[in-house]
């Protein structure tokens, strides 16, 4: 009954030239879903099975996401129906005209920042935190401040990705300074060096992140919470330290989709509260879906906030100044 509501609404709301169409979207048979975000089988399991049309998910990592999409619209042959990126990646296919707009009734509720862009949504954030082993870090010594993360008690014990190369790493540690989390720059460099000075081991993205610090190896991570949900039942918990940053979500439809209903009735689909809710407590997203949260202990009462997004020339940059940082440890 919710999806027929959500559909309804589209209907209604959305002008009938660009109006989903469950009847048409199921003889066109599929949507195609080119995405960066990973474990969203169940996802697509759930709209194959509430539409009737058969959603096809291609992963495709953010490194080639840009040079990939471009070489097969260049060529005609881009098979994707809808995408989801970064932010930075969609706003660039968007101005090379890969993308088409469309506004979905299903984002009704969502903050209008996030559905502001007439042809990208903003579904969710990539949240970052700090997340520690609760078996092994006693309760007085979790951080209550990202400043904490500085003190010599941490030395060897802290995994985190590589803020010479790790583009979302460079985006929170910037953000960090941006969103004033620290009374003044001074403060913010202060942190930094400390950080280094503790000497972290470097991986090369968050999805390695949780391993060392679940084993023991090291005892805290700059991370992202949803690895609670993912690892269960490994001994993760998050520091609850004010503020969590990350990086906005996006979502679109391809101009020149082979499924254009498809494409459509997957987008209202996508944003509806039902799939929200299996990104949320499946994969441990933070959604901007109103009233749902990752199934994590106090998120709900967190502030989570998007970050601004850098430049191509912003991140290497700050890479480079980064990598000069850590160097001197």
């Known amino acids: 009954m919710k999806r027929l509501a959500v559909l309804l609404l589209c209907l209604i709301l959305v002008p009938p030239a660009l109006a989903a169409d469950p009847a048409a979207a199921k003889k066109e048979g599929q949507a195609n879903f080119y995405a960066n975000i990973t474990a969203v089988e169940p996802i697509m399991e759930a709209f194959t099975a509430s539409t009737g049309v058969k959603g096809v998910y291609t992963r495709v990592s953010t490194a080639k996401y840009l040079a990939t999409v471009l070489t097969e619209h260049s060529a005609g042959k881009l098979s994707a129906d809808v995408l989801q990126g970064p932010l930075p990646i969609l706003e660039a296919l968007k101005g090379k005209g890969v993308l088409a707009p469309y506004r979905s009734a299903a984002a009704a509720g969502y903050p209008e920042w996030a559905r502001s862009d007439d042809t990208i949504l903003q579904f969710g954030i990539e949240y ?63 942190f930094l060096k400390g950080l280094a000075a503790n000497k972290p081991m470097f991986v090369a993205s968050f999805s390695p992140t949780p391993a060392p610090v679940e084993s023991g190896q090291k005892l805290i991570a700059v991370s992202m919470p949803k690895y609670i949900i993912t690892h269960a039942p490994a001994p993760l918990d998050w520091a609850r330290t004010g503020v969590l940053l990350g990086s906005p979500r996006g979502i679109a439809i391809a101009a020149k989709a082979p499924h254009p209903n498809a494409a459509r009735v997957f987008m209202d689909y996508w944003l509806s509260k039902d799939a929200m809710r299996l990104l949320a407590d499946k994969v441990g997203e933070y959604v901007l879906a109103p009233g749902v949260y990752p199934p994590i202990a106090g998120i709900d009462k967190a502030k989570v906030v998007p970050i601004r997004e850098l430049s191509d020339e912003e991140i290497a940059a700050w890479g480079d100044k980064f990598k000069k940082i850590f160097a001197a440890k």
Request: charged residues 30%; proline residues 6%; hydrophobic residues 45%.
């Open 128 to 190: 970052v935190a700090l997340i520690y082993n609760k078996e092994l870090v006693k309760a007085k010594d979790v951080p209550t401040s990202y400043k904490e993360l500085a003190d010599p008690k941490w030395r060897d014990k802290i995994v985190m990705p590589d803020p010479a190369t790790h583009a979302t790493t460079i985006s929170w540690l910037v953000g960090l300074k941006e969103a004033k989390v620290f009374a003044t720059e001074a403060e913010w460099t202060d």
